[in-house]
């Protein structure tokens, strides 16, 4: 096994990464920290065998997708300011990955107006969606959240459209 990729030299799980406030950072370049991050076992390992086995290679490229997809969620959750992020806490290679995550929860009220500004196309699509199929008691229960999304979020005619659940802020 590749043991030289761990930091601690063991199979153990992955901990959350260790943060270092950078001195002296200059303000607007980045955040500041540096993460030292354990990269855990590989994900999976190929050898020659391997590329003339068709069942192997699918499950080797199903599981790398898996991982993918869990890094673009993580690429895609900074760029939209969403405090979450996913990492392989354990890895048996060539056979599964266990995640772990983490999120900040912080009082601070930018942080809730991010989050509304970015979810708010998804709950209004989740919402529209669950009335389309005969499921509005359930769109009706995200009517506090819808109300929290920015005005210029609420086209008028989606507002006209679905007045039981997409109120404007004026009304709130």
């Given amino acids: 096994m590749n043991s030289f990729l761990r930091i601690n030299q063991s199979d153990a799980v992955v901990d959350e990464p260790t943060i ?4 002296n950072w200059p303000q607007g370049k980045g955040d500041g920290v540096k993460y030292i991050v354990d990269l855990g076992n590989p994900i999976l390992t190929l050898n020659n065998e391997d590329l003339y086995n068709e069942e192997v290679l699918i499950k080797k490229k199903k599981l790398l997708r898996e991982f993918l ?16 992020f996913q990492w392989a806490r354990q890895t048996q290679p060539n056979e599964h990955i266990l995640y772990a995550w983490i999120f900040l929860a912080a009082k601070h009220q930018q942080i809730l107006d991010n989050l509304f500004f970015n979810l708010g196309p998804s709950l209004i699509s989740l919402a529209i969606h669950l009335k389309e199929n005969d499921r509005l008691s359930e769109a009706l229960l995200l009517k506090p959240f819808l109300a929290q999304i920015p005005e210029h979020q609420r086209h008028p005619a989606l507002v006209q459209a679905n007045p039981e659940f997409l109120i404007n802020r004026a009304d709130t």
């Fill in 69 to 84: 997809v869990v890094e673009q969620q993580n690429l895609t959750n900074r760029k939209l300011n969403i405090y979450h």
């Fill in 20 to 23: 270092n406030i950078i001195p």
